[in-house]
């Protein structure tokens, strides 16, 4: 797929991050798009940024608020787009949307360990299911399935259990992986492309709270568990408040967000050019492809205090 002008793009997780930039970037390409999120208002700013510059006539940017974990709020989206863009065909699928959290079988709730799976992995299966009948009717078409470096190395430093997230990231990668040669069997026209970010500048973990807790705080399990990470990390946290611990958070979700070697903007782009150059593996930011190279090369020692110190040391990275 060399260009995406009058071809139609459904976005998962189009309200911010990743997903908000690549529906900038199509649309400035002339792509029609359709968005989700579970958040109207957050979908509704996309839009307007969309629209800053005139759209060319005849384009469509549609929203539609949807739990990607949910399979019936996935056929209602479908529905409504059928309706709203006026076609029985897509030619971009970008299941994009994920959360953190839920990290440790041990200290985290079976709960908030199934909702960061189920979007994150759940959301992307449900989204292939849901939506390739309207992939398999266009003349081409593409799936991107966001997966992470976390596909293929299961840890974000030594301090923090990340067991949810990792799982659902493997299962990405695995699943789009296998998929390759089922559509080369079934559906030839039809590719698709796993992707694999290192640290982006997106709103994920202040967003991932929204979305666990309902708020921006963390509760007192998390708490807990931020205690315990700044512990792994030598620092002394006995004479520190609760109220010093939150706002700790707070710093690292800011951190993560204004202070990573890529920015959303420019994971977009690397993962449009990716697709047009009909790449299937498209690493995302210098930091994905160094930590790659090192994993392939030591596999052994990818779990070690000194590996994670070698990475941390080579990228500059504020993750763990």
Same mark, same amino acid.
């Given at each position: 797929?060399?260009?995406?002008? +009058?071809?139609?793009?459904?976005?998962? +997780?189009?309200? /911010?991050?990743?997903?908000?930039?690549?529906?900038?970037? &199509?649309?400035?390409?002339?792509?029609?798009?359709?968005?989700?999120?579970?958040?109207?208002?957050?979908?509704?700013? /996309?839009?307007?940024?969309?629209?800053?510059?005139?759209?060319?006539?005849?384009?469509?940017?549609?929203?539609?608020?949807?739990?990607?974990?949910?399979?019936?709020? #996935?056929?209602?989206?479908?529905?409504?787009?059928?309706?709203?863009?006026?076609?029985?065909?897509?030619?971009?699928?970008?299941?994009?949307?994920?959360? +953190?959290?839920?990290?440790?079988?041990?200290?985290?709730?079976?709960?908030?360990?199934?909702?960061?799976?189920?979007?994150?992995?759940?959301?992307? #299966?449900?989204?292939?299911?849901?939506?390739?009948?309207?992939?398999?009717?266009?003349?081409?078409?593409?799936?991107?399935?966001? !997966?992470?470096?976390?596909?293929?190395?299961?840890?974000?430093?030594?301090?923090? !259990?990340?067991?949810?997230?990792?799982?659902?990231?493997?299962?990405?990668?695995?699943?789009?992986?296998?998929? *390759?040669?089922?559509?080369?069997?079934?559906? %030839?026209?039809?590719?698709? !492309?796993?992707?694999?970010?290192?640290?982006?500048?997106?709103?994920?973990?202040?967003?991932?709270?929204?979305?666990?807790?309902?708020?921006?705080?963390?509760?007192?399990?998390?708490?807990?568990?931020?205690?315990?990470?700044?512990?792994?990390?030598?620092?002394?946290?006995?004479?520190?408040?609760?109220?010093?611990?939150?706002?700790?958070?707070?710093?690292?979700?800011? *951190?993560?967000?204004?202070?990573?070697?890529?920015?959303?903007?420019?994971?977009?782009?690397?993962? &449009?050019?990716?697709?047009?150059?009909?790449?299937?593996?498209?690493?995302?930011?210098?930091?994905?492809?160094?930590?790659?190279?090192?994993?392939?090369?030591? %596999?052994?020692?990818? #779990?070690?205090?000194?590996? #994670?110190?070698?990475?941390?040391?080579?990228?500059?990275?504020?993750?763990?």
């Amino acid at each position: 797929m060399k260009d995406f002008a +009058g071809k139609i793009a459904v976005i998962t +997780g189009g309200g /911010t991050g990743m997903g908000r930039e690549l529906a900038r970037q &199509l649309v400035a390409e002339g792509c029609n798009v359709a968005m989700c999120d579970v958040s109207a208002e957050a979908m509704a700013e /996309t839009k307007r940024l969309c629209e800053v510059e005139k759209l060319p006539q005849g384009l469509r940017i549609t929203t539609h608020v949807a739990d990607v974990s949910i399979e019936d709020h #996935y056929k209602r989206f479908r529905d409504e787009l059928v309706e709203q863009q006026a076609t029985d065909k897509i030619h971009l699928l970008f299941n994009n949307a994920g959360i +953190g959290g839920g990290g440790s079988l041990f200290t985290n709730t079976r709960e908030q360990w199934e909702r960061t799976f189920n979007i994150c992995w759940g959301g992307v #299966y449900l989204g292939v299911r849901t939506f390739l009948p309207l992939l398999v009717k266009a003349d081409e078409a593409h799936i991107v399935n966001t !997966s992470s470096v976390n596909g293929f190395w299961a840890s974000v430093g030594m301090g923090v !259990s990340h067991t949810a997230y990792s799982a659902a990231k493997f299962a990405v990668k695995g699943f789009t992986e296998a998929m *390759i040669n089922d559509l080369r069997l079934n559906a %030839p026209h039809v590719k698709c !492309s796993v992707v694999m970010p290192g640290h982006i500048g997106t709103s994920i973990v202040s967003n991932s709270r929204k979305v666990q807790n309902g708020a921006d705080q963390l509760n007192p399990d998390e708490l807990r568990q931020a205690r315990q990470r700044l512990q792994g990390q030598g620092i002394d946290v006995a004479g520190m408040s609760d109220a010093d611990i939150q706002q700790l958070a707070l710093d690292r979700a800011r *951190i993560f967000h204004d202070e990573a070697p890529t920015s959303a903007a420019a994971a977009a782009k690397i993962i &449009l050019n990716g697709v047009k150059a009909d790449r299937w593996r498209i690493l995302v930011g210098d930091d994905a492809h160094l930590l790659d190279e090192r994993v392939r090369k030591t %596999p052994e020692q990818a #779990y070690t205090p000194e590996f #994670y110190q070698g990475i941390v040391a080579a990228t500059g990275w504020k993750v763990g």
